[in-house]
């Protein structure tokens, strides 16, 4: 039972236009939200997170915007950049149950076209 | 300031041996996770620990696998009588603090094949 879903296996976008990765969850009890990036060969790397009682936060080229009644988040990269490239993982955590475990979706591959 | 750091990144094992990963989280880090990653999957929550206890294991299969996190030295994860499903790539995280809304920062991983 997939708990946070990445439907898109993939993404293919040109360099210099706007990616966007989706991602949609299905427990309500999720109270934070974070995308990590990861390389082939390489741990995840944090990229940002947003906290149920936002609706969106930036980090320079990075912006996560939560859609609480959908229960459907995205990340925005704009301008993509070829370093960019990556398998990019939504996860989700709730701080009611004790349990700290993230749980990921199964990841979408972005692919920066030059 | 390191890392997390895992060691061995990769690890051979026929079916029936014992499997060791360790895991060192960040300095000033007294939290640790440890999840695994199929292929083709996202990555997999399996036991959090603090120094000498086992917060939560819940994703971690009730038999052959262990975990500790002992007062000083690393983190181990065993798998005993490894099976070639143990195939995976194997994940710790370290953060300072305990609870949800504090990022979890990975290691490299251990890439383990059951042969």
């Known amino acids: 039972d997939q708990q946070v879903k990445q439907n898109s296996p993939s993404l293919s976008v040109q360099e210099g236009r706007i990616s966007i990765l989706n991602c949609d969850y299905t427990?309500?009890?999720?109270?934070?939200f974070l995308w990590y990036k990861k390389y082939p060969a390489e741990g995840p790397t944090f990229l940002i997170s947003i906290s149920s009682i936002k609706d969106k936060n930036e980090d320079g080229r990075f912006t996560v915007f939560l859609n609480k009644s959908a229960k459907h988040l995205s990340l925005h990269i704009v301008p993509s950049q070829p370093g960019d490239s990556a398998v990019y993982f939504c996860a989700a955590s709730f701080s009611g149950g004790g349990a700290d475990g993230l749980t990921f979706g199964k990841g979408t591959h972005l692919i920066i076209q030059p | 300031n390191a890392g997390v750091m895992q060691n061995p990144r990769h690890l051979v094992r026929r079916r029936g041996q014992e499997a060791r990963l360790r895991c060192s989280p960040m300095k000033g880090h007294s939290h640790v996770y440890w999840y695994r990653q199929l292929p083709e999957e996202g990555l997999k929550f399996m036991v959090y620990?603090?120094?000498?206890?086992?917060?939560?294991e819940s994703g971690m299969p009730k038999e052959r696998f262990s975990a500790e996190f002992p007062k000083e030295g690393p983190s181990i994860l065993r798998i005993q009588q490894v099976v070639r499903g143990d195939s995976a790539a194997y994940f710790c995280?370290?953060?300072?603090?305990?609870?949800?809304?504090?990022?979890?920062?990975f290691g490299p991983g251990t890439r383990l094949t059951v042969t």
């Open positions: 620990l603090q120094k000498e206890n086992i917060i939560d």
């Open positions: 995280a370290s953060s300072p603090l305990q609870g949800a809304f504090y990022e979890q920062y």
């Open positions: 427990n309500s009890m999720f109270d934070y």
